[in-house]
T-cell receptor, first 114, second 114 residues
Framework: GDSVTQMEGPVTLSEEAFLTINCTYT??????LFWYVQYPGEGLQLLLK?????DKGSNKGFEATYRKETTSFHLEKGSVQVSDSAVYFC?????????????FGTGTLLAVQP | DGGITQSPKYLFRKEGQNVTLSCEQN?????MYWYRQDPGQGLRLIYY???????QKGDIAEGYSVSREKKESFPLTVTSAQKNPTAFYLC?????????????FGPGTRLTVL
């Protein structure tokens, strides 16, 4: 079945460092891809999404490009801030039927130090 | 403001008791979902509903029950049959259909069994 694999955390960076969180997927069709962010004690918020190959999603300085050839959707940010500390989830839409279920990775904890 | 509300934020249950978690949305979304989140395991789908008066089991439905009598409401009951109910529970909704898979999340309910 479809699945998502994320790099394990925690990822610890200093403020203004470059961020990459790797995400690869396995899917039989052409899913939409998402990055969600979860701040401590809160629900998930959509960070960005891409619906087809070569699309780039971007928001708040974060970017991710839908790479069909490498089945990847890596999250990047050029200069992280302390306020970016959170858990980041990669997800794909389930194309196996007439539903819009999402399949999530296990999440990557990002800790940014001042 | 449109959004999803969950109540209560914290819930304590004695062993052998059933408890019901509330989820309400005013986004006019057709589809609603319940997830369970445990440390290091990401989100696992419990139940989902694509339309009023209809719902399907997710990956970990055992020990849980739901109803969908109104479009805006999707309560989750954690029964005494659920052997390890302590977790963070997240409700989500989406427009439905397959055109837009984006899910919107509530703030979550943290359930602790005493």
């Amino acid at each position: 079945g479809d699945s998502v694999t994320q790099m394990e955390g925690p990822v610890t960076l200093s403020e203004e460092a470059f961020l990459t969180i790797n995400c690869t997927y396995t899917a039989t069709g052409y899913p939409s891809l998402f990055w969600y962010v979860q701040y401590p004690g809160e629900g998930l918020q959509l960070l960005l999404k891409a619906t087809k190959a070569d699309d780039k999603g971007s928001n708040k300085g974060f970017e991710a490009t839908y790479r069909k050839e490498t089945t990847s959707f890596h999250l990047e940010k050029g200069s992280v801030q302390v306020s970016d500390s959170a858990v980041y989830f990669c997800a794909l839409s389930d194309q196996g039927g007439a539903t819009n279920k999402l399949i999530f990775g296990t999440g990557t904890l990002l800790a940014v130090q001042p | 403001d449109g959004g999803i509300t969950q109540s209560p934020k914290y819930l304590f249950r004695k062993e052998g008791q059933n408890v019901t978690l509330s989820c309400e949305q005013n986004l006019n979304h057709d589809a609603m979902y319940w997830y369970r989140q445990d440390p290091g395991q990401g989100l696992r789908l419990i139940y989902y509903s694509q339309i009023v008066n209809d719902f399907q089991k997710g990956d970990i439905a055992e020990g849980y029950s739901v109803s969908r009598e109104k479009k805006e409401s999707f309560p989750l009951t954690v029964t005494s049959a659920q052997k390890n109910p302590t977790a963070f529970y997240l409700c989500a909704s989406s427009k439905g259909g397959t055109e837009d898979n984006e899910q919107f999340f509530g703030p979550g309910t943290r359930l602790t069994v005493l």
